[in-house]
């Protein structure tokens, strides 16, 4: 395994590892122990989420519609030289088959969630949206010419909260562990992955303050 490989996975790592740890910490209520499964679970709890139901609702029909027809990726995922709306459009799809779709899906469902109590709707998409077009469009300059998928405004939403706690989060070391995500991102952009760019522009817009969205969904 040579030294890019080494660093890839060891920024994979860094972010799932602490990015768990973080989602798990902000999914509970203040000062309530709960293991990171079922606490994860609780930020679906009602009153839902509505606009991180509507990220996991439009990307299970846009997976089951590219899983029906498969020409739908090659129309959607950003090409070489493609138009500039594939930098859109390529959040859409998957490219790499089935393992891509369900891992990111499932990741989704984690984080979104999570990202709206602590965002608030509008900045939650927002975030996800502005996070997942700049990492394609700089994919399709160069970096990466073709493929699709979403994972990279995932780690939008990641970097956002990351950011946001290693600034203001109440637990110390976890605070300190949150700083690996924009150093993963600073890493990963190093090394010309797009993944980096998500994480590093998530990192930006989640630097101001949070709104309290649990009062609003709780309300």
Known sequence: MNMHSVLLYGCAAAVIVSGSQLLAALAVEDGDEVAPPPALLRSWRRPVPRAAAA????????GVAQTVAPAMIDALERHPDGAWWRAVTALSVQ???????????????VVAPVAERHFGAW?????????GVTAQAVSMAGWSPQGGGDSVA??????ALGT?????GSVVALRRTALLI???GLVLCLLTNNHGVGLLVGCA????PAIPARRHLTA
């Open 95 to 109: 490219s790499s088959g089935w393992f891509q779709l369900l891992f990111n899906l499932a990741s989704l469902a």
């Open 205 to 208: 817009l989640g630097a101001g």
């Open 123 to 131: 900045r939650t998409v927002l975030i996800f949206v502005t996070s």
């Open 182 to 184: 924009p150093l993963a």
């Open 164 to 168: 946001w706690y290693a600034a203001r």
């Open 154 to 159: 995932i780690c939008g939403l990641v970097g």
């Open 55 to 62: 990220l996991v609702g439009v990307m299970v029909v846009l």
